[in-house]
């Protein structure tokens, strides 16, 4: 059963004057009262609207700086290993240019291929003048009698030879990418004016799912590092060889 409802004017008209005012003055602060406490629900309602708006931005900053730290450490990581294998590119290219003798420069080639490229399939062959036919030198992780001659005039390996250029198979050259021979890439040993063989790979190890830019500015410089010390050893075993018949 609800209260009656108070008659406010009858009840202050029974009043004395003073009570009346006094009435009067209640009534005026209760009012004010109550815009207050709405002006208070209002700025409530603001500064939680404030609070969660200025939160989300902070959880958003906070995300965008572990992206940002994530991209920083995957820079430094790539710098870092980008430098170890430059160094290692440096390294290979003065003993290549120290090389005396045929089996320490296709040594060379074996560990950049394997330590700096990362593949443990594949073979280097090298073109006799006048001949059509690669011959094996050495070779990794393939099946050697099956490449011990390859004809230039049939498949990538011999393209590469005649053509002077490297080839890469398709999608980066991944350790499945790779074309009818079985190549995931071939670049060519060359000197000015002679190619003389090719690097031939037919695999990357697992951990490296394709090749890089990178390598094949490796291919690049070995290419022409290996061809001109395969040469110069190649030469000085003939002057050996020469030397020993006159004796």
Known sequence: MSKPKIDIEAYASALPAEALRYVRELEHENLNLHELVGRLEAEKGLSQAIVTDASKQFHDLERQLARERERRDLFESQLERQLTRLSGLYVAAQRLNDARDRSEVLGVISEVIVNLVGSEEFGVFELTPGHDVLTLLSSMGIEAPRFRAVSLDSGSIGRVVQSGQTYVG???????????????????????????????????????????????????????????????TESASHRKAGGALDA
């Open 170 to 232: 398709e999608g980066g050259a991944s350790s499945i990418a790779q074309d009818e021979d079985g190549l995931t890439a071939c670049f060519p040993l060359k000197v000015p004016g002679r190619v003389m063989g090719a690097v031939a790979i037919f695999g990357l190890l697992p951990q490296k799912l394709a090749l890089e830019p990178f390598d094949r500015e490796i291919f690049e410089l070995l290419g022409t590092q290996a061809a001109r010390a395969l040469l110069l």
